[in-house]
């Protein structure tokens, strides 16, 4: 494990590079001007001059080549530069909303997790049933809907309508202190429609595992030697059924960081989201840089930690080959 780490690592300082210096290249192609965002509406009333100034002062007059490298080698030593639209140095920026994102998406991914395994593994048990039927259909559908739309029909539901849950933010409106009983409050319905978003996958990957490790010969044996039901399903079938669920793992990161900067949009929650939209438009080229750096980080975190359970559940993989 600690050799396929070691090369994954080695992997990932190219591509690191790359998505790095495509950002720079994409913004310095963006028609966008940084400085205009900046400035704001006293833009407006600036002459060159001043703009002038005020491009060589945020470095933006230099090519993107040398932008680029210039954050570079400061990022190295743990300066990801000043962020320009924020006011406020990028390592920051990223750390004041990097813990909110953070809880949201580990939250929303446990619960997709869970729910997705037992609903697999009830609608697995009898395959064709109604409730295989009703799984699978539902898994369908949630697959197709979009995750903002989702977001939009949780708020009209339980905020607008019910009003059992709040609409956004992270504390109520006239709380002066952050507490964890309005932080869980607030975020049971981001996190649950971003587990929704999530939840079809391991529901369908689940399904199909177990239903086809019940159809095995060892099973079948089991089985034909008396063993009861649940130790056939959870000792057996379930055990070899997760392990397609675990390349799940890796390749639903990019998909759960992007359906949660639209849900943190939705619900107003103080994440990474405000802060991507943001660079974006304003064209924050050290911003942009670490936020896509971050990104692309927790991509290949994602498909390390999928190969190495993969390869601990499953002893006939090896991870030298990987």
Known sequence: ??????????FAAPILLVVTFGVFAIAAASPFDPVKAY????????????????????????????????WLTAAVTGDFGQSGVMRQPVAQVIGERL?????????????????????????ARRPGSLLDR??????????????FWLALLAVWLFALRL??????????????QVTAAQVTRH??????????????????????????????????????????ERTVLLDHALRSGLLPVLTLVGSRVPELITGALLVESVFSWPGIAAATV?????????????????????????????????????????????
């Open 187 to 228: 975020l049971v319905l981001p996190a649950a429609v971003l587990a929704v978003s999530q939840l079809p996958w391991f529901t369908l990957y689940v399904r199909q595992g177990v239903a086809d490790a019940l159809a095995e010969d060892p099973v079948r044996g089991a089985r034909a030697r008396g063993v009861s």
């Open 163 to 176: 009003g059992v849950l709040p609409a956004g933010g992270l504390t109520d409106t006239a709380s002066e």
């Open 1 to 10: 494990m600690a050799r396929l780490a070691g090369r994954r690592l080695l």
């Open 278 to 322: 943001q660079a974006a438009t304003a064209v924050d080229f050290p911003l942009l840089a670490a936020l896509t750096t971050l990104a692309t980080a927790a991509v290949l975190a994602g498909n390390l930690l999928a190969d190495l359970l993969y390869g601990l559940f499953d002893p006939r993989v090896d991870l030298d080959d990987m």
């Open 134 to 147: 009703a799984v699978t259909s539902l898994a369908y559908s949630l697959e197709a809907a979009p995750v």
């Open 39 to 70: 400035a704001g509406t006293a833009a407006l009333g600036a002459d060159a001059e001043t703009l002038a100034r005020l491009r060589e002062n945020l470095g933006v007059d230099q090519p993107f080549t040398s932008r680029w490298w210039h």
């Open 99 to 123: 813990t909110w994102s953070t809880l949201l998406c580990a939250v929303a991914f446990a619960v997709a997790v869970l729910a997705g395994t037992v609903l697999g593994v009830l609608a």
